[in-house]
């Protein structure tokens, strides 16, 4: 009897337990989501930076040597001009 009685004082706190369980599980699953998607987003963007870093040394290298041929012509312009 007196363990009925206890029981049925327990269900409701029971039932809220288990609705702030359910609760606090949701907001763990998209925390656990969004973390995935910046994750994602994460590697994304590294490898968006390297690509970057690989072109950025790409325009270099062709700023270089196109700088070097103007030097070049420059040069012999000052040349012929001295003739």
Do not use: C, H
């Not at 609760?23 to 390297?50: A, C, F, P, W």
């Not at 040394?57 to 420059?74: G, T």
Request: a positive charge; glycine letters at 4%.
């Amino acid at each position: 009897m007196l363990r009925s009685v206890i029981q049925e004082e327990l269900n409701p706190i029971r039932k809220e337990i288990a609705q702030e369980f359910q609760q606090v599980t949701g907001r763990l699953d998209r925390l656990e989501t969004g973390q995935k998607e910046l994750e994602k987003g994460q590697k994304q963007l590294q490898k968006d930076i390297k690509s970057i870093k690989t072109e950025l040394y790409a325009v270099r290298q062709d700023v270089s040597r196109f700088w070097n041929r103007i030097s070049n012509m420059k040069d012999k312009v000052a040349q012929l001009v001295q003739n």
